[in-house]
């Protein structure tokens, strides 16, 4: 059952501070983006584009002259995380293991929403270098962005087959750089996402598999974090954007609006549309985009901050229970 919207603001405060602070003293929320353009735009993928398309933050706070920052990082996830350190954002967007490294460290998020579960990556290969599993490529040099979900997928898939980073010869690149090194044959391999297909569809990539031929084993899952200080002491605010949020996922999770998608990204994005085509012909929006935070995606996380733990990405485990904010579960949002 539904929490009523008055409890659900209540809940979301936290201390009595919250109840003291209004959100006319708020000018502006900085929201953090990873940057995955390979053009001038910028683009974070999923609803973060839907919602700057349809200016709905915008929209959302523009009766109380709240203006909405959006800040995008090359340097993904641990960029963002030094922000956060630093007082710089209030709300990031993040794959699963640079939230997890940023709660681990310290760092006081609260989780806020679920943007997206099973997101599928790939294994990227020199043409004719002859890897076709991932027990192909022990001892090879393999490229990876260390910090972000496709570092943590890319252990999920070796522990399926009973690897881990210790068989390969490990290379930290961030996504462009392992792509121009894999067309350079500078790399035996690189492990990310699906502009690899453009790799692929130039002849100067193979991709023998990706997450889904592993049985979801590696798949990335995203969400919403807050730092603590602005959840505690704008509850309001942070209820009515995730609110507000619910209008993209709406638009997002019906099946529908597929092709508009793609479109949407791709020309954020700079790339070509039939790789997200080709990657999302087998899925369905509504099965990626969710925001609810359900036990089976929490339970998910949860496996995340275990592996993370397990292969030393992190120092320190936590209990995702611990991480979210309450009420949100209760309340449905």
Same mark, same amino acid.
């Given at each position: 059952?539904?929490?009523?919207?008055?409890?659900?603001?209540?809940?979301?405060?936290?201390?009595?501070?919250?109840? &003291? @602070?209004?959100?006319? $003293?708020?000018?502006?929320? !900085?929201?953090?983006?990873?940057?995955?353009?390979?053009? /001038?735009?910028?683009?974070?993928?999923? @609803?973060?584009?839907?919602?700057?398309?349809?200016?709905?933050?915008?929209?959302?706070?523009? *009766?109380?002259?709240?203006?909405?920052?959006?800040?995008?990082?090359? #340097?993904?996830?641990?960029?963002?995380?030094?922000?956060?350190?630093?007082?710089?954002?209030?709300?990031?967007?993040?794959? %699963?293991?640079?939230?997890?490294?940023?709660?681990?460290?310290? =760092? $006081?998020?609260?989780?806020?929403?679920?943007?997206?579960?099973?997101?599928?990556?790939? &294994?990227?290969? @020199?043409?004719?270098?002859?890897?076709?599993? &991932?027990?192909?490529?022990?001892?090879? !040099?393999?490229?990876?962005?260390?910090?972000?979900?496709?570092?943590?997928?890319?252990?999920?898939?070796?522990?399926?087959?009973?690897? +881990?980073?210790? *068989?390969?010869?490990?290379?930290?690149? $961030?996504?462009?750089?392992?792509?121009?090194?894999?067309?350079?044959?500078?790399?035996?391999? /690189?492990?990310?996402?699906?502009?690899?297909?453009?790799?692929?569809? !130039?002849?100067?990539?193979?991709?023998?598999?990706?997450?889904?031929? =592993?049985?979801?084993?590696?798949?990335?899952?995203?969400?919403?974090?807050?730092?603590?200080?602005?959840?505690?002491?704008?509850?309001?605010?942070?209820?009515?954007?995730?609110?507000?949020?619910?209008?993209?996922?709406?638009?997002? /999770? $019906?099946?529908?609006?597929?092709?508009?998608?793609?479109?949407?990204?791709?020309?954020?994005? +700079?790339?070509?549309?039939?790789?997200?085509?080709?990657?999302?012909?087998?899925?369905? =929006?509504?099965?990626?985009?969710?925001?609810?935070?359900?036990?089976?995606?929490?339970?998910? &996380?949860?496996?995340?901050? %275990?592996?993370?733990?397990?292969?030393?990405?992190?120092?320190?485990?936590?209990?995702?229970?611990?991480?979210?904010?309450?009420?949100? @579960?209760?309340? #449905?949002?």
């Amino acid at each position: 059952m539904k929490l009523p919207f008055k409890r659900l603001i209540t809940l979301l405060a936290g201390t009595a501070l919250a109840g &003291l @602070v209004q959100a006319a $003293d708020l000018k502006e929320i !900085r929201i953090a983006v990873p940057d995955l353009s390979a053009g /001038t735009q910028n683009s974070g993928g999923g @609803v973060t584009d839907v919602l700057r398309s349809q200016q709905i933050f915008e929209k959302a706070f523009a *009766d109380q002259g709240i203006k909405i920052q959006w800040n995008y990082f090359k #340097g993904a996830g641990p960029v963002i995380n030094e922000a956060f350190a630093n007082g710089q954002v209030d709300l990031a967007y993040l794959g %699963d293991l640079a939230a997890i490294i940023g709660r681990s460290n310290g =760092l $006081d998020t609260r989780l806020l929403s679920a943007t997206a579960r099973g997101v599928k990556q790939y &294994l990227g290969v @020199v043409p004719g270098s002859g890897i076709k599993t &991932l027990q192909d490529l022990k001892g090879k !040099r393999v490229a990876v962005f260390r910090g972000t979900a496709t570092q943590l997928s890319l252990n999920g898939a070796l522990a399926s087959q009973g690897l +881990s980073e210790k *068989d390969l010869k490990i290379i930290n690149l $961030d996504f462009n750089a392992a792509v121009a090194a894999l067309a350079a044959k500078q790399i035996d391999a /690189t492990w990310g996402g699906s502009n690899l297909s453009s790799l692929q569809a !130039r002849g100067l990539a193979e991709i023998p598999l990706t997450t889904k031929d =592993l049985g979801g084993a590696g798949s990335v899952q995203a969400v919403l974090v807050g730092s603590g200080t602005f959840v505690d002491a704008h509850p309001e605010v942070v209820a009515k954007l995730l609110k507000a949020q619910q209008q993209a996922v709406q638009w997002l /999770t $019906d099946d529908h609006n597929k092709q508009a998608y793609i479109e949407l990204v791709s020309g954020l994005a +700079s790339y070509p549309p039939v790789i997200l085509t080709n990657d999302l012909q087998d899925q369905k =929006l509504s099965e990626i985009f969710p925001s609810t935070l359900d036990p089976v995606f929490l339970g998910k &996380l949860q496996d995340a901050v %275990d592996l993370a733990s397990k292969e030393r990405l992190i120092r320190k485990s936590f209990r995702v229970s611990d991480w979210v904010v309450p009420g949100l @579960v209760a309340a #449905g949002i």
